[in-house]
């Protein structure tokens, strides 16, 4: 039988008393295991993958996160950073924690029991066919996020559930389950530590392949990020000029004139700039199918 998140570790009684070297040495092995314990879940992990891009490549649907506690918040930091890493459109990203966030606050603990509130969240959102809906819950017993789920699924969404605990409610109530088995942790009940790294872990591994199956990576280079800073503007011109195999300077023209990596990309390459969005219509977004299809055209022209 699998190990509790909730459960006391015997090995780390007496641990107030410990030098704070001894602490540190404990709580460093936790996250340790807790990083190892992901790697039997990839599998599953990929599977989730798969099946939301196939669910989210049409365009339209959106990805949802929903979570309580240090586990919503968790979400919530995934979530945010699609926009400035992936151009993810906001349009398509909704974060719903219990409670809300109110950052002079804190994290509302209570509103994890409601699952009510979960239910009519779900239901004032009108997640459907098209959206993908990602429950995390260390123990996956939150009722307000397993009623998020439940809904969810019923209304057609495509559900995902990431938990610490094997057959828990959340776990029941998705589609498809990753499961972290991080057991016990240093603190008895702080998911916050070994759960929560392995969440962000899982989480950080779910969003970057998801991305990168939706057309958002071309080789190893973020081809979607938005040059909103000086830092990202000189990022998105070395990615240009490593694409397109050309100096600093025509980069950073070409990404001034077409506006982003993609489109100054196939400039680059010789497409003509009424042509370039239906290029990239043609191949989905896809930077690689774009420019295979502009070589395609060359070689028949030729």
């Given at each position: ?298 070689g028949a022209s030729a």
């Amino acid at each position: 039988m699998a190990e509790s998140t909730e459960e006391a570790g015997v090995r780390f009684q007496g641990l107030d008393g410990w030098p704070t070297a001894e602490i540190l040495t404990a709580l460093w092995n936790g996250q340790m295991q807790a990083v190892a314990a992901c790697l039997p879940a990839l599998p599953a992990l990929g599977a989730a993958v798969d099946a939301a891009a196939r669910r989210l490549s049409g365009g339209n649907g959106r990805l949802v996160y929903v979570g309580a506690g240090s586990s919503g918040g968790i979400a919530a930091i995934d979530g945010l950073e699609l926009g400035g890493t992936f151009d993810w459109p906001d349009a398509r990203l909704a974060v719903v924690l219990a409670g809300g966030l109110d950052l002079n606050r804190g994290l509302s603990a209570g509103a994890e029991d409601d699952a009510g509130a979960g239910r009519e969240a779900a239901l004032e959102r009108r997640v459907g066919r098209g959206d993908v809906v990602v429950g995390i819950s260390a123990g996956g017993r939150s009722p307000y996020t397993v009623a998020f789920l439940e809904t969810a699924r019923r209304a057609g969404a495509l559900t995902v559930a990431v938990s610490s605990v094997p057959d828990s409610p959340l776990v029941r109530a998705a589609e498809h389950a990753v499961v972290i088995a991080t057991g016990p942790e240093v603190l008895a009940g702080s998911t916050r530590l070994g759960a929560g790294t392995a969440q962000k872990v899982v989480l950080n591994l779910f969003s970057t392949a998801l991305m990168t199956a939706l057309g958002a990576v071309h080789d190893n280079l973020m081809v979607n990020v938005r040059p909103e800073n000086a830092k990202l503007r000189a990022r998105c011109a070395s990615i240009v000029a490593r694409i397109a195999g050309v100096d600093a300077v025509r980069a950073e023209a070409a990404l001034a004139r077409h506006g982003d990596v993609k489109r100054a990309v196939l400039g680059l390459a010789g497409v003509a700039e009424s042509d370039i969005n239906d290029r990239l219509a043609e191949a989905g977004g896809n930077l690689r199918r774009a420019l295979n299809g502009v070589r395609r055209r060359e070689g028949a022209s030729a």
